[in-house]
């Protein structure tokens, strides 16, 4: 079809013949949202996908729930086909530290505008580099991924101060040191949605982030479990 845009293929048994297929369609060229989630397509079928040239209108892929490995974290950071995408979903992905540094040394990914990570084993370590793709970051999910305070103080310590409207931290036991660690990071100006549920925080950690010179004027704060 000729007015196709968006294209979700979630939970629907996709694998690398399914990629080919995909590749050599003429609607693909037009689309602008390409959703894969719950496939388990693994590194074959990804390498497949981003190397497809039809994919230069694409500005919106989701790949949550694949098993994707740093391997396939480096080959979508090297396709020079994804340099549109303003939004990448790759939660529920084993990256780890190698994946996020692949990810986040691509010469093409500079334009994102959301990036999903939630439950991807990153480390705290690996939040430093982060910075070089937080040019338009608006929205960042960092949920389940147990990095502590080290991980927020990373954050707090990159070089680009991202323009955030929506932080994830939920469930990565940042605690009280955290929270007040959080606060001092300049990123949290033009926040709205700032979630940190089950994370240990307690009311007198909570203080100094809510009292922050740095925060803006949110409208969601999620604190569930704390």
């Given at each position: 079809?000729?007015?196709?845009?968006?294209l979700?293929l979630?939970?629907?048994?996709?694998?690398?013949?399914?990629?080919?297929?995909?590749?050599?369609?003429?609607?693909?060229?037009?689309?602008?949202?390409?959703?894969?989630?719950?496939?388990?397509?693994?590194?074959?079928?990804?390498?497949l996908?981003?190397?497809?040239?039809?994919?230069?209108?694409?500005?919106?892929?989701?790949?949550?729930?694949?098993?994707?490995?740093p391997?396939?974290?480096?080959?979508?950071?090297?396709?020079?086909h994804?340099?549109?995408?303003?939004?990448?979903?790759?939660?529920?992905?084993?990256?780890?530290?190698?994946?996020?540094?692949?990810?986040?040394?691509?010469?093409?990914?500079?334009?994102?505008?959301?990036?999903?990570?939630?439950?991807?084993?990153?480390?705290?370590?690996?939040?430093?580099?982060?910075s070089?793709?937080?040019?338009?970051l608006?929205?960042?999910?960092?949920?389940?991924n147990?990095?502590?305070?080290?991980?927020?103080?990373a954050?707090?310590?990159?070089?680009?101060?991202?323009?955030?409207?929506?932080?994830?931290?939920?469930g990565?036991?940042?605690?009280?040191e955290?929270?007040?660690?959080?606060?001092?990071?300049?990123?949290?100006?033009?926040?709205?949605?700032?979630?940190?549920?089950?994370?240990?925080?307690?009311?007198?950690?909570?203080?100094?982030?809510?009292?922050?010179?740095?925060?803006?004027p949110?409208?969601?704060?999620t604190?569930?479990?704390?």
């Amino acid at each position: 079809s000729q007015s196709l845009r968006q294209l979700s293929l979630a939970a629907a048994g996709v694998n690398a013949t399914s990629i080919e297929v995909l590749c050599r369609a003429e609607a693909l060229a037009l689309l602008e949202s390409l959703t894969l989630d719950d496939n388990s397509l693994g590194s074959a079928a990804t390498q497949l996908l981003v190397g497809a040239r039809a994919l230069g209108r694409l500005r919106h892929l989701s790949l949550a729930r694949n098993r994707l490995s740093p391997t396939s974290a480096r080959d979508l950071a090297h396709s020079p086909h994804l340099r549109g995408l303003a939004s990448l979903d790759l939660s529920n992905n084993p990256l780890g530290h190698d994946g996020l540094v692949e990810l986040a040394r691509s010469p093409y990914l500079t334009h994102l505008e959301e990036l999903g990570l939630a439950r991807t084993y990153v480390t705290p370590p690996a939040m430093g580099h982060l910075s070089t793709i937080f040019s338009h970051l608006r929205r960042l999910s960092l949920a389940g991924n147990n990095l502590g305070s080290g991980g927020v103080e990373a954050l707090r310590r990159c070089r680009t101060c991202p323009p955030l409207e929506m932080l994830d931290l939920s469930g990565n036991e940042v605690g009280d040191e955290g929270a007040r660690a959080l606060g001092e990071w300049p990123a949290l100006a033009g926040l709205r949605d700032l979630r940190l549920g089950v994370n240990g925080i307690r009311a007198f950690g909570l203080r100094p982030l809510l009292f922050s010179p740095h925060l803006g004027p949110l409208r969601r704060l999620t604190l569930d479990g704390n």
